[in-house]
């Protein structure tokens, strides 16, 4: 039975990659940073097949602790400060984490399990001031935010220990991949909740900022696999992991307020507040490498994936409010 150890194991990503793992007969570890109120929602349905370690991504000796006890085949390194807003109040926390923590993970597998495959989680966001659209595994990165700061580092760490100690290390330049599980500071969760709210009488607006900004979005539960397939190839590599399209945040809103019925227009207010200090440019993907050498291919289409997260969050507060209504798909 193959061994993984999964970083951010109840985030979005994780809570997918878990599931696939335990799907394919792994015994999946979790670490998980010590707090007084953990949140386990994501993997609540999965939690009693985990194996639960308590470390933290700044913390070299607990990270030691859990891959000794662990010795995994497999490590994902899914854990960062991962909201790109919140990067620009919280520049040295996100480094810490998003940044030194990967060399942290990368240093005690070094140390405790050097034959272990390795997975970084890399971001769009490295690509930030893009250089050239469609963006691929050989552009330049020109990050815009201390986000994409700390992931670029990430991703050149991963680089160097797999050159420097011949390690099987991998990193996935992953574009925005979302899901009902997303969390709600994200624009598309706070879209997609917003049109349930508003759609059961719960609220009464919905305020964002630039609607034209564009991003190439996929589903979650399509990406992890792509993560996987990284590790069971015969060399380490790096890849892109995107759908190759690229829509407008206005198009996410169309389509989610459409679904339930609703003019957007009558809903949305534009606010300063939510538009980035500096704004990354177009971030459309070059995915081709990752479907001929992986075989990778994306199932959900993005219409797909916001009506998918509108129906979550039209049951979740249904269910909140107890207000009663015709029924919706469920997805997830």
């Given amino acids: 039975m193959k061994r993984a150890l999964i970083t951010g194991v109840t985030g979005q990503d994780g809570s997918y990659l878990a599931e696939l793992l335990l799907e394919k007969g792994y015994k999946v570890f979790g670490i ?18 985990i194996e639960w370690l308590d470390g933290d991504m700044t913390d070299l000796s607990s990270l030691l ?19 790109v807003a919140t990067s620009w109040p919280q520049p040295i926390a996100t480094g ?17 399990k050097p034959d272990a495959r390795f997975y970084q989680a890399s971001s769009s966001e490295m690509f930030g001031k893009v250089v050239e659209t469609p963006q691929k595994e050989t552009t330049p990165f020109y990050p815009r935010s201390p986000y994409g700061v700390a992931k670029a580092y990430g991703h050149w760490i991963t680089v160097n220990y797999r050159e420097s100690f011949n390690m099987f290390a991998c990193s996935g330049i992953l574009f925005n991949h979302e899901s009902p599980r997303r969390g709600l500071e994200f624009v598309t969760r706070k879209v997609t909740d917003a049109v349930a709210r508003i759609k059961l009488g719960l609220t009464t607006e919905l305020r964002l900022g630039n609607l034209d900004a564009k991003r190439d979005w996929g589903f979650a539960g399509d990406y992890v696999k792509a993560m996987w397939l990284m590790l069971q190839q015969d060399t380490p590599d790096d890849y892109v992991i995107s759908t190759g399209e690229t829509h407008t945040v206005q198009e996410l809103v169309e389509i989610a307020f459409g679904h339930v019925g609703l003019n957007w227009k009558d809903y949305v207010v534009i606010d300063e507040k939510f538009v980035r200090p500096a704004e990354v440019d177009l971030l459309l993907g070059d995915c081709s490498k990752a479907k001929e ?11 797909e994936l916001v009506k998918m997260m509108v129906d979550r969050d039209m049951e979740k507060h249904r269910i909140k409010s107890g207000v009663q209504n015709e029924n919706t798909n469920q997805f997830c």
Wanted: a negative charge.
């Fill in 32 to 49: 998980r940073r010590r707090t007084s109120t953990p949140n386990y929602e994501n993997v609540e349905h999965i939690k009693d097949q």
């Fill in 65 to 83: 602790r859990a891959v000794k006890e662990a010795l995994p085949d497999e490590v994902y390194n899914l854990a960062a400060q991962s909201f």
């Fill in 96 to 112: 810490e984490i998003t940044a030194l923590g990967v060399t942290n993970m990368l240093e005690v597998v070094r140390i405790v």
């Fill in 293 to 303: 050498k992986l075989g990778w291919e994306l199932e959900v289409s993005f219409e």
